[in-house]
């Protein structure tokens, strides 16, 4: 559901405030519409009872009118205007060729991409947001030795090697007609070679995962893709890996590299193909998927050759550290490997007898069947396998950052907007990654929360926070849970102060709470980034959603508010579409209440004149036209106005800044339009009735003549960067309404029952008619040129120096 954005409820909140007297206008219209009723000015006299009533007339009428259909064409012209000017702002986005493939999902809120002031944004994920989601395997450690990229083909030949061996002693032993089952040995255990241990290790990682190998039929006509069947050719040229996380696709692929080929899944079984090009068959026992409570998922295989049972599991360190054997190295370099921005996960594995795993079985079938507590028992089950596990290696991957990231958040940052990122990633990749992308620059302070479990503890570690001045936070999960459970305002008031903060460990569920806390007790318009589902909730939650499209998935685009490719269009789209859409929907809400409520003045200043008779001054097509032929083109034509150019936009994001107060429209630019329409609405009537005293039942088509002029001459004041259908609608416009001047000659009088009186064409062409008017439309509005001339003399906006 679509939620209208703030300026628009402030532009009908004015609105409203205008329509509040239509009672009060109505009851005096009664008052004075019966005789009997008692005279309700009876102690005004003389010129004092004229100019009490006229003041009291102009406020009534301009807030709004005392027709009802005044108030009513007023509001449908705001609302239309409105709703137009979204609809173009929309399209101008998805047509810019800047930022392609955006696109705009809503139709009410596009000005508030113009007013935000903070960015919550996700690390990464399916797609990426500051990252690129291109996964790199960069990391392989043992325990006592570690590869990098550098030496990674020193794996390949251990690789090579121990499959060699392998098959060798396979051939020897062929006589055998059934498969050896390895029995749990006894014998004490014997320290494993290096090229064992990588044999191992490589083998984990290809088999624990969930990723299924595609294979694109190039024979096929159609193009179509076509799955791999066990008979089929396993060929390199046209193989992809697909599944629901890029860390696994890229941990496969490096295992490929290596010379351990996954060619092959099913439901029951997958196929590895080694380096001399042997197919090995494993059976899928049991999957334990991921999950992000667990935060590890596991898969229990059977060897087809040797019968051999063995259960692999892989998960986060925080998960893992308290399933394997005692070790005193992988706390250590997980650090390590958190530092230099990788992502690690945890390499286990524990080898079952046939007995132990149908034990198992039965034993998680049974609890697969409970009807109450069935989620506990089947985990309780899993976690009795999960006991000393054989620590085999830590793997790091690197996701590099999108392209353009450093400047984009530099540009965000001094366009004054607060960036927020959370991660579910550990601190120390948090961390580096915040670094990396400059979301935190290299000489500024981090002050890293410490991890607090209770009251007293929260309590001393934001005392210490408190102490700090101009430095960026980094909190995790857990312990942002407790300080928002007893000091929820002290932190809030502490974060947003920070130029920066990073929150790792985050929840779905704590994005969207720390999206709402922003709102509540800072009241500042927020704007959620993210790439896939698990930023969902966050998304929705803020003022303003934007998703990025990723390769895996769309569950945050398709959930925003905008959709856009790359992170770095987030700059363009804030600093130009965002800043322009927001100018342009306060001037043109604005100038659609200021062409209602000058007609409305003149209304008041007319019924005043002839003793509030119920007459009234413009009727039937006139008050259509007025506001449709006649003035629309022009007005909606505010939609293209732009202080600044949008390169001068993006190099000057400073000027972002001056939206976020607001003061585009606020009740103090409500009033100065209000005190326009005033004087201007009195000036035109006035006028009419001085300067045409002797053709009098002219007045129609002298007043709305001027009125016309006045309306054109007030838009092309109000615009600061003329475009050629400006001008075109300009013309358009005045030409229409000269055209309607010949058939529409009984509408301009004062009134066909009362007066009689009809438009004389031959009046409208004289000299006098004309200057008269020239001369009304001139003292309406040379004064507003002036004060606009010396307001830009003496007090120039922002942008006026970078336009000059």
């Known amino acids: 559901m679509q939620t209208p954005s703030e300026l628009e409820k402030n532009t009908f909140d004015f609105a409203r405030l205008c329509l509040i007297r239509k009672t009060c206008c109505k009851l005096q219209f009664l008052v004075q519409s019966y005789p009997k009723v008692p005279n309700c000015y009876i102690f005004f006299s003389g010129i004092l009872k004229r100019a009490s009533s006229f003041i009291f007339m102009v406020i009534t009428f301009t807030l709004p009118t005392i027709h009802t259909d005044y108030g009513i064409n007023f509001l449908c012209s705001l609302r239309v205007n409105l709703d137009m000017g979204k609809a173009a702002y929309g399209w101008m986005i998805m047509k810019d060729d800047n930022i392609p493939g955006t696109v705009v999902r809503t139709s009410t809120i596009p000005e508030e991409l113009g007013r935000l002031v903070y960015l919550l944004t996700d690390k990464t994920g399916i797609s990426g947001t500051l990252t690129q989601n291109e996964m790199i395997f960069k990391r392989l450690h043992l325990g006592t030795v570690s590869y990098g990229t550098d030496t990674m083909d020193e794996i390949q030949s251990h690789i090579i090697n121990s499959y060699s061996q392998v098959h060798s002693q396979n051939s020897g032993n062929s006589t055998s007609s059934t498969p050896s089952r390895k029995p749990q040995s006894s014998a004490p255990k014997v320290r494993k070679s290096v090229s064992s241990r990588i044999h191992e290790a490589v083998k984990a990682i290809a088999l624990c995962h969930n990723v299924t190998p595609v294979y694109e039929s190039r024979a096929g006509v159609s193009g179509e893709t076509e799955y791999a069947e066990v008979d089929q050719d396993f060929s390199d040229e046209n193989r992809t890996y697909q599944a629901s996380s890029p860390d696994e696709v890229a941990l496969v692929q490096w295992t490929e590299s290596v010379g351990l080929t996954l060619v092959n899944r099913d439901l029951t079984s997958m196929q590895l193909k080694t380096p001399d090009g042997h197919i090995l068959t494993y059976y899928i026992l049991q999957i334990f998927p991921f999950t992000s409570e667990s935060k590890r998922m596991g898969i229990i295989v059977r060897d087809e050759s040797s019968g051999e049972i063995t259960f692999y599991m892989k998960g986060a360190d925080v998960a893992m550290s308290t399933i394997v054997q005692y070790n005193d190295w992988l706390e250590e370099e997980c650090g390590n490997m958190a530092r230099e921005g990788l992502r690690t996960l945890v390499v286990a594995k524990k080898s079952l007898t046939e007995e132990q795993y149908q034990d198992f079985e039965s034993r998680y079938n049974q609890a697969k069947l409970s009807i109450h507590d069935r989620n506990l028992k089947v985990a309780a089950v899993v976690e009795s396998l999960e006991r000393e596990m054989e620590l085999l290696c830590l793997t790091g991957v690197e996701d590099q950052l999108q392209a353009d990231v450093r400047p984009t958040l530099e540009m965000l940052r001094n366009a004054g907007i607060k960036i927020w990122m959370l991660t579910g990633d550990k601190l120390e990749t948090a961390t580096c990654i915040a670094k990396s992308s400059h979301l935190v620059s290299r000489t500024q302070d981090i002050h890293i929360f410490r991890p607090v479990t209770t009251r007293g503890e929260a309590h001393l570690e934001l005392n210490a926070f408190r102490r700090k001045h101009d430095c960026a936070l980094v909190i995790s999960g857990d312990s942002l849970e407790v300080c928002l459970k007893y000091y929820e305002h002290e932190f809030v008031e502490l974060a947003c102060q920070c130029p920066a903060v990073v929150c790792c460990r985050c929840s779905p569920t704590q994005k969207a709470h720390i999206v709402k806390l922003l709102q509540h007790h800072t009241g500042k318009r927020t704007c959620a980034i993210g790439d896939g589902g698990n930023d969902v909730s966050m998304i929705q939650a803020a003022d303003c959603g934007i998703g990025i499209e990723g390769k895996e998935g769309k569950q945050a685009s398709l959930a925003a508010d905008f959709s856009i490719t790359q992170f770095k269009h987030i700059g363009r789209l804030l600093m130009v579409h965002g800043r322009n859409s927001y100018k342009r929907s306060a001037a043109l809400g604005q100038f659609v209440m200021h062409r209602g409520l000058i007609i409305s003045t003149m209304q008041a200043v007319f019924s005043s004149v002839f003793y509030f008779a119920s007459v009234p001054l413009y009727q039937g097509f006139l008050m259509v036209g007025y506001a449709t032929i006649y003035t629309m083109f022009p007005v909606f034509s505010l939609v293209l106005d732009q202080d600044v150019k949008p390169e001068m936009a993006l190099l000057y994001p400073e000027l972002y800044k001056d939206l976020t107060k607001g003061r585009s429209l606020s009740f103090k630019t409500f009033l100065i339009w209000v005190l326009i329409s005033i004087y201007q609405g009195g000036i035109l009537m006035y006028g009419a009735l001085l ?85 009304i439309t001139v003292v309406s509005c040379l004064p507003l040129y002036i004060i606009k001339y010396l307001k830009r003399k003496f007090s120039p906006p922002s942008y006026s120096k970078l336009t000059s």
């Open 691 to 775: 300067l045409f005293e002797s053709e009098f039942v002219h007045v129609v088509a002298i007043s709305f003549t001027a009125l016309i002029l006045t309306e054109l001459l007030m838009v092309a004041l109000t615009i600061r960067t003329w475009h050629w259908l400006m001008v075109v609608a300009e013309f358009l416009s005045l030409g229409c309404y000269v055209a309607s001047l010949a058939f529409l000659n009984e509408y301009f009088g004062i009134g066909r029952v009362s007066f009689g009186a009809f438009l004389d064409v031959a009046f409208i062409t004289t000299v006098t008619f004309l200057w008269k008017v020239s001369a």
